[in-house]
């Protein structure tokens, strides 16, 4: 089964929680690079804060896809 993360600073991806999505709070880029790294293999759609999109913009994947939220 593939999974659903969400990935960025804690106000704008905790209530993804709600439902059912993994959520990694990260406050700055090299945590949002971590977090990136250790993602689960089964996570097939990461759901992205702006300020995490940009920690993430040299990171080239075609998977997990990547969404990004308004901002």
């Known amino acids: 089964m593939s999974g659903i993360a969400a990935l960025g600073e804690s106000h704008r991806v905790e209530g993804f929680a709600l439902a059912g999505a993994l959520v990694l709070v990260a406050a700055d880029a090299h945590a949002v690079r971590d977090a990136w790294a250790r993602l689960p293999d089964d996570v097939e759609v990461v759901v992205l ?19 990004v939220l308004p901002a």
């Open 49 to 67: 804060t702006p300020a995490a999109a940009s920690a993430l913009e040299a990171v080239v994947q075609a998977r997990p896809l990547r969404v």
